[in-house]
T-cell receptor, first 116, second 114 residues
Framework: AQKITQTQPGMFVQEKEAVTLDCTYD???????LFWYKQPSSGEMIFLIY??????QNATEGRYSLNFQKARKSANLVISASQLGDSAMYFC?????????????FGTGTRLTVIP | EADIYQTPRYLVIGTGKKITLECSQT?????MYWYQQDPGMELHLIHY???????EKGDLSSESTVSRIRTEHFPLTLESARPSHTSQYLC?????????????FGPGTRLTVL
């Protein structure tokens, strides 16, 4: 079974508008972390935001916020006031404590295009 | 945020050649990782290291090998490149102090094997 599911292969948003990128996850481990990364066309992976499974509040980092709904096992990324530079692939990822070292499970990504 | 470097950024090479992809980080992170990513696809872990002289294989089987002789350096080697090795290779590091320690990525190496 897929650990991370991103159901939106592509999304479009008007500049200055907000956009939500969906992510659902599957785990039986009560202790886990959820991450969002941005990958521009240049290829590097840029860490955006993190949410821990025991965190009581939704994570926020500048224009990025994470809508964490634990019961639904969803961790959607919200980008407010979209900018042209936000056009990129966005990956949701999860790390389970029980996985031991190191497995960071990635989704298949969502390609966001910001329209001027 | 980690400062992590990869060279070369782009490499086009013929079948059968031996190649080494370099990865270095300046933050003193204990954990380092290599991921493979085909265009537009998710990342798959191929190697990781807890520290000096520690290396493990990841989920995705790979013909590559790695070494960790110094904390800051985690090179990946392909003894005989093949067209099936064409992909992007991303190196990452993490402090490893506490779960789930965020992984920070380098700029990647795009490898094309002809």
């Amino acid at each position: 079974a897929q650990k991370i599911t991103q159901t939106q292969p592509g999304m479009f948003v008007q500049e200055k508008e907000a956009v939500t990128l969906d992510c659902t996850y599957d785990t039986s481990d009560p202790s886990y972390g959820l991450f969002w990364y941005k990958q521009p066309s240049s290829g590097e992976m840029i860490f955006l935001i993190y949410q821990g499974s025991y965190d009581q509040q939704n994570a926020t980092e500048g224009r990025y916020s994470l809508n964490f709904q634990k019961a639904r096992k969803s961790a959607n990324l919200v980008i407010s006031a979209s900018q042209l530079g936000d056009s990129a692939m966005y990956f949701c990822a999860m790390r389970e404590r029980k996985s031991g070292a190191n497995n960071l499970f990635f989704g298949t990504g969502t390609r966001l295009t910001v329209i001027p | 945020e980690a400062d992590i470097y990869q060279t070369p950024r782009y490499l086009v090479i013929g079948t059968g050649k031996k190649i080494t992809l370099e990865c270095s980080q300046t933050m003193g992170h204990d954990k380092m990782y290599w991921y493979q990513q085909d265009p537009g696809m998710e990342l798959h872990l191929i190697h990781y290291s807890y520290g000096v002289n520690s290396t493990e294989k990841g989920d995705l089987s790979s013909e590559s090998t790695v070494s960790r002789i110094r904390t800051e350096h985690f090179p990946l080697t392909l003894e005989s490149a093949r067209p099936s090795h064409t992909s992007q290779y991303l190196c990452a590091s993490a402090a490893g102090q506490r779960f789930p320690d965020t992984q920070y990525f380098g700029p990647g190496t795009r490898l094309t094997v002809l």
